[in-house]
């Protein structure tokens, strides 16, 4: 078991116990990350479950322990890594807040593509 402090205790981190575990992760058959559980680090405190696209590579989504939505990503289908856009859920205890705030990527020199309100990116 390790433990890590950021230099000069960042805060909020308290003090770690020796030998405390502070994070356990489980893994899938291909070595994917699907469950990381998290203690004794204040607000990231919690579980955190990981899923992946059927090709078995692309992180899809990311929930609490609660199943709230925590993040989505949106792959594109010309290159195995092609992220297009990242949505990020910053309170997923509100339910009534539909909206997430959403990072869409593009290519040097492509041209913009346009958000789903019809914004130009």
């Known amino acids: 078991t390790k433990a890590y402090r950021a230099p000069g205790g960042a805060p909020g981190t308290g003090d770690i116990e020796l030998a405390a575990v502070v994070s356990q992760s489980q893994y899938d058959p291909l070595g994917r990350r699907t469950v990381k559980a998290v ?29 709230n939505v925590l993040r989505q990503n949106v792959w594109g289908l010309m290159y195995i890594d092609e992220l297009i856009q990242t949505s990020l859920n910053d309170d997923p205890e509100d339910l009534a807040e539909q909206a997430v705030e959403s990072h869409y990527l593009k290519k040097r020199g492509a041209s913009p593509f346009r958000y789903p309100s019809g914004v130009e990116a």
């Open 39 to 67: 203690t004794y680090s204040a607000d990231l405190d919690g579980t955190y479950h990981y899923y992946y696209s059927a090709g078995g590579h692309s992180l899809i989504e990311e929930r609490d322990g609660s199943d």
